[in-house]
């Protein structure tokens, strides 16, 4: 069936550093890519998304890229701070709102 | 109240209890979903509404029994249920746009916490 790998499924750095998280898709036809962050307790957050007519997206310390060719799309966080410690989850679309995840990236941050 | 609220937080039950979860989204969303997370595998959808009536069943076991009675309530039913049911289940919700059939975000409550003793 249709699925989204991702990696690193644990991911450590120091504070300040970058993190990037790296996944794959399936479906050729996959055209949007949400990314989420769950704290401990909590449910899925949405923090940044990427449509398949655009190749970047940033929001402040985050963005996205996207590879159409290669089936990739990658999280790219600078300058990490304790708070961003969590499970980060990307996602893609396959068809109409049939949301795939990929199985998750504990980031934890050291200060 | 904003976003989308689950209750209860946590639930216990036995293999032969009758129990319901409860959702409600404040974002005047159209369409409302139910999702499986399990330790060590990804979310997985459960069932899709969009506009009250059910379009997506993704194989689920029929003890589950959704219902969604407006576009802002969402429950889950639940009985003879086993122990690897023991998962958190997340409500989302996100607006269908009429003609555009391009996906939007969705957005998910805190989740309910069920243990199957």
């Known amino acids: 069936g249709e699925n989204v790998e991702q990696h690193p499924s644990t991911l450590s750095v120091q504070e300040g550093d970058s993190a990037v998280i790296k996944c794959t898709y399936s479906d050729s036809a996959s055209n949007y890519f949400p990314w989420y962050k769950q704290e401990l307790g909590k449910g899925p957050q949405l923090i940044i998304d990427?449509?398949?007519?655009?190749g970047e997206k940033k929001d402040q310390r985050i963005a996205v890229t996207l590879n159409k060719t290669a089936k990739h799309f990658s999280l790219h966080i600078t300058e990490t701070q304790p708070e961003d410690s969590a499970v980060y989850f990307c996602a893609a679309f396959i068809g109409f709102q049939k949301l795939v995840f990929g199985t998750g990236t504990r980031l934890l941050v050291s200060p | 109240e904003t976003g989308v609220t689950q209750t209860p937080r946590h639930l216990v039950m036995g293999m032969t209890n009758k129990k319901s979860l409860k959702c409600e989204q404040h974002l005047g969303h159209n369409a409302m979903y139910w999702y499986k997370q399990s330790a060590k595998k990804p979310l997985e959808l459960m069932f899709v509404?969009?506009?009250?009536?059910?379009?997506e069943n993704n194989s689920v076991p029929s003890r589950f029994s959704p219902e969604c009675p407006n576009s802002s309530h969402l429950f889950l039913h639940l009985h003879t249920l086993q122990p690897e049911d023991s998962a958190l289940y997340l409500c989302?919700?996100?607006?269908?746009?009429?003609?555009?059939?391009?996906?939007?975000?969705?957005?998910f409550g805190d989740g309910t916490r069920l243990s199957i003793l």
């Open positions: 509404y969009n506009f009250k009536e059910q379009t």
């Open positions: 989302a919700s996100s607006q269908v746009l009429g003609q555009d059939d391009r996906n939007q975000p969705q957005h």
């Open positions: 990427i449509r398949s007519n655009v």
